[in-house]
C-alpha cells in the first residue's frame, strides 16, 4: 500500500509557524507527505499506531567518510597528524573496489540504524572509477539518501578535480537514481594552488554541484581570496570545519550564503581548533553537523548535535562569567537549535533543503519514530529534548521516501550477519597492510 497513516505520534515537524511539538497525524503517500494534522480521515491508507512516540525528520549526517567504516575506532586516540599520517599516508593505498563497496554499505546501514535519512557521503578515496563506482553501490544497496560527494586522494596543489569522472558518474552512475545525488569533494583553497581551486569551483558551478571543502586550523591560504574576487562563494558552497576561521571570513561567507558543516566531537578530540559554532551564530549563520570519522568516533549524529551544543554553551557561560562576574540566568542556546543543526541546517548544506529536514507537505517523507517509552526517555515532558536525548535503541523506525528502512526496532531488507563478516574481513585485511607498511 502506498499510503500510510501515522496516528497517535507527538510530532516535531521544525517548520516555521507551527508549534514546537503538536500531537498530529501524517499521511505519506508513495514517497512524500501529504497531510499533517489532527485526526485525519484516510480509510485507503495504512494506518500505524505510534501512540507513545516522537516523530521527527530524517536526521542528516551532513559529512562523513563512509569509506573507512570497515576500519571503525582504530584511531580512537589519534591526533588530526596521526589520522593524516596513518589514513592518508598509509591506509589508502591498500583499499580496493570491494573494500569501498561494504564500508559504504556498513556506513550507511548503521547511519538508517542511528536515525540518518540523509548522508553526505564524502568520499575522498576514490583511487580509481570502479572505486567510486562501488562505493556509490553500497549507499545505494544500503537504501539511504545520500548525497556522493567525489574526492579523491591528496593530489598536487596544481591538479584539478578530474572533471572527467565528474561527468562521467553524472552521466552514468548516479543518472536515474531518486535517491542519489552527486557533489564534488574538492581540495579546496587549503590544499589547492588558487588558480586550481578557482578552476574546481567554476566547474562545481557549471554542473550546479554542491562542491564541498575541508578547512581547519584558521590560517588561510592566498586561493581563498582567488575563489572571494571569481565570485564564486555562494549556497552550494560548503565548508567542512572551519575551526578557529577568522571570524572576518565567517561573516564574508555566511553573507555569500556558504554553508558550514561541524564535526564537534571529532574536531575537539583529535585537535582541529575551536568549532565554528559560535562564530556562525554572531553572524545570524548555524552549523550543519557530520560525524566525520567512524575511525576516530562514534557515528551518531545525535551525539554531534549534544557535543555541539554543550561545547557552545560551556564557552557561552565562560563568556558571560568572564564579563559580569555572575553565572547567567538563561541559556544561549536551546535543544531545539541544536536539532535544527541536525536536519534542516545539514539539509541546507547538502543542497536538499527543498526536499528534507522538515515535515511538511510536499516534502519528502523522510521520518523517525522515536520510543519515548523507554525507561532513559520516559517520561517524556519536552519532546525536542527526548529527540535530541534518544540513543539508537530509542530509533524504532526510520522511512527514507515514504519506504521503511527500519521497523520495530531492526534494518530491514538487508543480511547483516552477511555485511558484519565481509566487512570485518575488509578491515582486517587492510589493518595488516597498514602494518606492513
Known amino acids: 500500500m502506498s499510503r500510510v497513516l501515522l496516528r497517535g505520534a507527538r510530532v516535531v515537524t521544525m517548520a516555521p509557524g507551527r508549534p514546537d511539538a503538536e500531537r498530529a497525524d501524517i499521511l505519506v503517500d508513495g514517497d512524500r507527505i501529504v497531510l499533517i494534522g489532527e485526526n485525519l480521515d484516510a480509510p485507503d491508507a495504512e494506518p500505524v499506531d505510534l501512540t507513545g512516540r516522537v516523530i521527527i525528520p530524517g536526521l542528516v549526517n551532513a559529512h562523513l567518510h563512509t569509506w573507512q567504516t570497515g576500519l571503525r575506532a582504530v584511531g580512537a586516540d589519534w591526533t588530526l597528524m596521526e589520522y593524516l599520517t596513518h589514513l592518508h599516508g598509509g591506509a589508502v593505498r591498500h583499499y580496493g573496489p570491494d573494500d569501498m563497496y561494504v564500508s559504504n554499505l556498513a556506513g550507511a546501514l548503521n547511519q538508517i540504524d542511528c536515525g540518518t535519512t540523509t548522508l553526505g557521503d564524502w568520499c575522498h578515496n576514490s583511487l580509481t572509477p570502479e572505486h567510486a563506482d562501488a562505493a556509490v553501490e553500497g549507499l545505494l544497496q544500503a537504501g539511504i539518501r545520500a548525497v556522493f560527494l567525489h574526492g579523491t586522494p591528496y593530489r598536487d596543489p596544481d591538479l584539478p578535480h578530474p572533471l572527467a569522472e565528474i561527468d562521467r558518474l553524472l552521466d552514468g552512475p548516479v543518472r536515474g537514481h531518486a535517491l542519489l545525488t552527486l557533489g564534488m569533494a574538492v581540495q579546496g583553497p587549503q590544499y589547492s594552488s588558487p588558480d586550481t581551486a578557482v578552476a574546481d569551483f567554476r566547474a562545481a558551478a557549471e554542473r550546479s554541484l554542491v562542491v564541498s571543502l575541508h578547512q581547519s586550523g584558521g590560517e588561510l591560504a592566498p586561493g581563498w581570496d582567488a575563489v572571494r574576487t571569481a565570485g564564486l562563494f555562494g549556497p552550494r558552497t560548503n565548508v567542512v570545519h572551519g575551526s578557529d576561521m577568522p571570524d572576518s571570513w565567517v561573516k564574508t561567507l555566511v553573507e555569500a550564503g556558504v554553508t558550514f558543516t561541524s564535526t564537534p566531537e571529532n574536531e575537539l578530540g583529535q585537535g582541529h581548533g575551536t568549532p565554528v559554532t559560535g562564530a556562525l551564530l554572531r553572524h545570524g549563520g548555524a552549523p550543519s553537523l557530520g560525524t566525520d570519522v567512524d575511525t576516530v568516533v562514534p557515528g551518531q549524529v545525535l551525539t554531534a548535535a549534544r557535543v555541539a551544543l554543550a561545547h557552545q554553551r560551556g564557552l557561552d557561560h565562560a563568556d558571560h562569567r568572564q564579563r559580569t562576574g ?67 535503541a530509542n530509533i524504532e523506525a526510520v522511512m527514507v521516501a515514504g519506504r521503511w528502512r527500519k521497523r520495530d526496532h531492526a534494518l530491514l531488507d538487508c543480511d547483516l550477519d552477511k555485511v558484519k563478516d565481509r566487512l570485518q574481513e575488509s578491515g582486517e585485511r587492510l589493518l595488516r597492510a597498514m602494518d606492513g607498511v
Open 326 to 392: 555572575t553565572h547567567a540566568t538563561t541559556a544561549s542556546l536551546t535543544a531545539k537549535q541544536a536539532l535544527a543543526w541536525a536536519t534542516v541546517e545539514g539539509a541546507k548544506a547538502l543542497g536538499l533543503a527543498d526536499q528534507v529536514g522538515r515535515i511538511e507537505p510536499g516534502m519528502q517523507a523522510d521520518l523517525v519514530a522515536v520510543d519515548t517509552r523507554a525507561l532513559n526517555l520516559w517520561p517524556a515532558h519536552h519532546p525536542i529534548a527526548a529527540a535530541l536525548h534518544c540513543d539508537i
